[in-house]
């Protein structure tokens, strides 16, 4: 197998970084049980929940400036 770097590889989403954050205990418990009940890894299931609230909150902006443009249309 040939060691390469593909276009894929470099998009932001499949880059990693390392960091270090303190996470309460009974929090990382409760990631750490769910993922295990889902078979993944609790990094995995942190990752895609803090993508989830990220496009919620996209969402959210969007739903909240059409609403303001249709109010002053109004």
Do not use: C, F, W
């Not at 197998?1 to 409760?30: F, Q, W």
């Not at 942190?46 to 002053?72: G, N, P, S």
């Amino acid at each position: 197998m040939a060691d390469h770097i593909t276009d894929d590889d470099m998009r932001p989403e499949n880059i990693k970084v390392t960091i270090s954050i303190r996470v309460p205990a009974d929090v990382l418990d409760e990631y750490r049980s769910r993922a295990r009940k889902l078979g993944i890894g609790y990094q995995t299931l942190m990752q895609m929940k803090l993508r989830e609230a990220l496009e919620r909150d996209r969402l959210e902006a969007r739903v909240a400036a059409i609403e303001t443009k249709l109010r002053r249309r109004a």
